[in-house]
Nanobody, 124 residues
Framework: QVQLVESGGGLVQAGGSLRLSCAASGRTFSSYSMAWFRQAPGKVREFVSALSRRGDSTYYSDSVKGRFTISRDNAKNTAYLQMNSLKPEDTAVYYC?????????????????WGQGTQVTVSS
């Protein structure tokens, strides 16, 4: 089992940047593909980005492509989401997730482990 703890959320103006971190503990971090999802009030949780366990494959939703970058540091057991050019529509609770799968990384149901979430608020 793996435990995930997100950090780095906050309030930022439109056009600004934030970097989210997801610290993992438990079983070998490098065995897991990692992802970020987000959930805005009244909306379903949606896929944002995913990264294979070796870090050689990345996936992004169309809404964040070119603005967000996912990465990982297996030595630090941490995944990151660098968010640039933030927009008010990026406002949501952001969740880190982990899975032993290598396929279907864009689907919420593929993930077995979730963090508690971190709030990101982008003001206009």
């Amino acid at each position: 089992q793996v435990q995930l703890v997100e950090s780095g959320g906050g309030l930022v103006q439109a056009g600004g940047s934030l970097r989210l971190s997801c610290a993992a503990s438990g079983r070998t971090f490098s065995s897991y593909s990692m992802a970020w999802f987000r959930q805005a009030p009244g909306k379903v949780r949606e896929f944002v980005s995913a990264l294979s366990r070796r870090g050689d494959s990345t996936y992004y939703s169309d809404s964040v492509k070119g603005r967000f970058t996912i990465s990982r540091d297996n030595a630090k057991n941490t995944a990151y989401l660098q968010m640039n050019s933030l927009k008010p529509e990026d406002t949501a609770v952001y969740y880190c997730a982990a899975t032993l799968r290598e396929l279907d990384l864009g689907y919420r149901g593929s993930y077995d482990y979730w963090g508690q979430g971190t709030q990101v608020t982008v003001s206009s």
